[in-house]
Each structure stands twice: as C-alpha cells, then as structure tokens.
C-alpha cells in the first residue's frame, strides 16, 4: 500500500517561492499519474497540475507560468516548484496518485480519479 507525505508549505509573502515535496513509501510510484491539488477555504479542491509516467505535465490556467511540477522516480518523490506566488495561491495542497485511466483527452487528468491522497500540506501566501 502507498502512502504519500508532504512537506515544504509554510507562510511567504506576495511574490515569493515555496517548493513542495511529496515522498511515497510501499510501493514503487514510476507507473501511476501523480498530481498536486489545494483547497482553499469555503471551495472545492482543483486539481493545478498532474505529471504522467512518460512525464507528460499539465497545469491550471491559474497555476501556468509560475509552478513547475517534477517527479523523481528513483526517490519516489513528487515535487511542486512554486514561483511568483499570490495571495490567492494559499490554500492546502495535497498531493495524489492514480492509475492512468482516459478521461478527457488525457491518461492523467486533473478531474480524474486518483486512489491515494496524502495529508496536506498549508500554504499561506500574505499580501
């Protein structure tokens, strides 16, 4: 059984940067869809960007230009590289992964599926 960590949140001023890592253990991740979501208060979670096994990457509108997300197979370890953050960025974000399952014009989709979560990390982004 895989479990997922995060770590990296924490509080930045309005243009600042954060990188978070999420570490899996039990199980190798190098098959499966891997993404990063948040929550903000009072709103649905989104999906802001997943990375397939053939590293094929794709970003929220709201997100594009400013995160890069990686993966590190070998250390079994996702990253999510956040530049330029704004105070709308702050929000709990988690990371997940899938199985690559079609859904919308992509084998790792945002809206899709995904079978493990870890327990967040927060993110807080001041004006």
């Known amino acids: 059984q895989v479990q997922l960590v995060e770590s990296g949140g924490g509080s930045v001023q309005a243009g600042g940067s954060l990188r978070l890592s999420c570490t899996a253990s039990?199980?190798?991740?190098?098959?499966?869809?891997l993404g990063w979501f948040r929550q903000a208060p009072g709103k649905e979670r989104e999906g802001i960007a997943t990375?397939?096994?053939?590293?094929?990457?794709d970003y929220d509108d709201t997100v594009k230009g400013r995160f890069i997300i990686s993966r590190d197979n070998e250390q079994k370890t996702l990253y999510l590289q956040m530049n330029k953050l704004k105070p709308e960025d702050t929000a709990m974000y988690y990371c997940?992964?899938?199985?690559?399952?079609?859904?919308?014009?992509?084998?790792?989709?945002?809206?899709?599926?995904?079978?493990?979560w870890g327990q967040g990390t927060q993110v807080t982004v001041s004006s």
């Open positions: 997940a992964l899938g199985y690559r399952r079609w859904y919308e014009g992509s084998w790792c989709s945002r809206k899709g599926t995904f079978e493990v």
């Open positions: 039990g199980h190798s991740i190098s098959k499966y869809c």
């Open positions: 990375i397939d096994s053939d590293a094929s990457i």
